[in-house]
């Protein structure tokens, strides 16, 4: 019985993996693709990852392929428009046109130019807009690298000139002329201002220049006056104290008389005027002194016996003091002969030379007001002037040479547009033709043999039958044998 037990569990494996074949095999047919192992499988995964990615370019071409569409739309309609504007141009331009004509042609201009705008504003695609100041970068490789991307310029219509430029009525035009021959007037008057400026600050720098120079050298003809003044105090203050010694044995008179010619010999020596002055007050001091001390030596009863020793004391003691009071005096006076001192001239000079540089740097500020202004007065009239005008014969003939800069701007335009679309339809063209060999490629591997297939089908089912008659036999076997046993 043991043997009958274990030849049913072998068939009945045998069984359950054959109806698993068979299960298996159908799957397979059913669905047309094979099982793959796993080195098949990573190139199934890899290549189906490149298909979505071709998948994907494909879209954003597309995409792309609509903006340029609605742009070149929106490009013929301002190509049109702007010839529109160009025959009115050419019809304002022309001799005999009558105010009301004039003014006529200028309002449909206008409105012309403001429906120029609106389509450029108009040609957007999911906020895509070429016909602004964007261009479109499209994916249509599967790198991350430029050779992978397709850059499609735009046309920047806000840059035409009847877009960027004002269009006005006439009659705001006229009014918008005057105010600008105003702004140009007072541009005129601040460059008048700034060349007056200018100058004054160039005198005004010459005159900081000047006088600080005279003052320096006021001060240092100044400085030397002193020193030759005091020099010339001294040359007296000696002569008086050596005429003293020499002369004290003489008595009070032979030494009084020996200094006044000392000091007066000093003073004939002096020339110019400071030392002059100087000596002049110092020989008044000093002949005073020995007066003096002489009188009091005779009123002492001493004057025959005195050596001159009281008198020299007294006239050195009175020249030291003196001496700087002297010399002071003969720099700072005026002489007989009117010389001005030079200590006089230096300090006028100083601040004349404060009063030139305060000049000069309000003349500075002045000059860069006046250029301030005159830059902003240029920019006023410039921005009244721009505004295109076709009412007079002269401003329709400078709108013509506007427009067809403008009509030249938009063809190119149209044509780059136009080069952009067949490249990015030969760009959709590949990454089809790219996406449909991967998938070919994919399909080829995951495509079973659907005759093999059919044949290992009919094997199997064959063996199911045996397995399946195998079992029924076995199973009446085994119900003989129980009936032996019974």
């Not at 693709?33 to 796993?38: M, Q, S, Y």
């Not at 060349?195 to 005004?204: C, E, I, R, S, W």
Request: hydrophobic share 45%; glycine share 6%.
């Amino acid at each position: 019985m043991s043997g009958l037990t274990s030849l049913s569990s072998t068939l009945t494996s045998a069984v359950n993996e054959t109806q698993a074949k068979i299960n298996t095999t159908q799957t397979q047919l059913a669905a047309d693709k094979k099982i793959l192992d796993p080195a098949q499988q990573g190139v199934v995964t890899r290549l189906t990852a490149q298909v979505e990615g071709f998948a994907a370019a494909k879209s954003n071409i597309t995409q792309a392929q609509s903006v340029i569409s609605v742009a070149q739309t929106g490009l013929a309609a301002i190509s049109d428009m702007l010839t529109q504007m160009q025959s009115m141009a050419t019809k304002a331009s022309s001799a005999g046109v009558t105010a009301s004509d004039a003014a006529s042609y200028q309002a449909t201009f206008a409105s012309l130019a403001t429906q120029v705008k609106t389509l450029a504003t108009g040609a957007s695609v999911n906020g895509a807009n070429v016909l602004g100041s964007q261009n479109l970068s499209v994916q249509t490789g599967l790198e991350s690298d430029v050779s992978s991307r397709t850059a499609v310029m735009g046309v920047d219509i806000n840059k035409l000139s009847v877009v960027s430029g004002t269009v006005n009525s006439a009659a705001t035009n006229t009014a918008n002329a005057a105010l600008a021959a105003t702004a140009l007037t007072a541009k005129t008057t601040a460059d008048t201002a700034k060349t007056t400026a200018d100058t004054a600050k160039t005198t005004a720098d010459t005159n900081v220049t000047t006088t600080a120079a005279t003052a320096s050298a006021s001060a240092t003809a100044a400085a030397t006056a002193i020193t030759n003044a005091e020099a010339a105090a001294t040359t007296v203050k000696t002569g008086a104290e050596g005429a003293t010694v020499d002369n004290g044995a003489g008595g009070s008179a032979a030494t009084v008389t020996a200094i006044k010619a000392a000091t007066a010999a000093a003073v004939a020596a002096a020339t110019v005027g400071a030392e002059r002055d100087a000596a002049t007050a110092l020989k008044t001091v000093i002949d005073n002194a020995a007066d003096a001390q002489a009188a009091a030596n005779v009123t002492a009863g001493g004057a025959a016996l005195d050596d001159g020793t009281s008198i020299m004391t007294a006239v050195t003691a009175a020249a030291t003091a003196g001496a700087i009071t002297a010399a002071a005096a003969g720099a700072t006076t005026t002489t007989t002969n009117t010389d001005t001192t030079d200590a006089t001239a230096a300090t006028a000079a100083v601040p004349a030379a404060a009063t030139a540089a305060t000049v000069a740097t309000d003349a500075a500020t002045a000059a860069t007001a006046a250029a301030t202004a005159s830059t902003l007065a240029a920019a006023t009239a410039a921005s009244l002037t721009t505004a295109i005008d076709i009412s007079t014969a002269a401003g329709a003939q400078a709108a013509l040479d506007i427009l067809t800069n403008d009509l030249s701007t938009v063809s190119s335009g149209q044509s780059t547009l136009s080069a952009s679309a067949v490249g990015l339809a030969a760009q959709s063209t590949m990454a089809d033709g790219l996406k449909i060999n991967l998938q070919n490629t994919i399909d080829s591997i995951q495509k079973p043999d659907q005759a093999a297939l059919q044949i290992k089908l009919t094997q199997l089912n064959n063996q199911s039958t045996v397995n399946f008659y195998l079992i029924s036999q076995m199973n009446t076997a085994s119900q003989a044998v129980l009936s032996l046993f019974r």
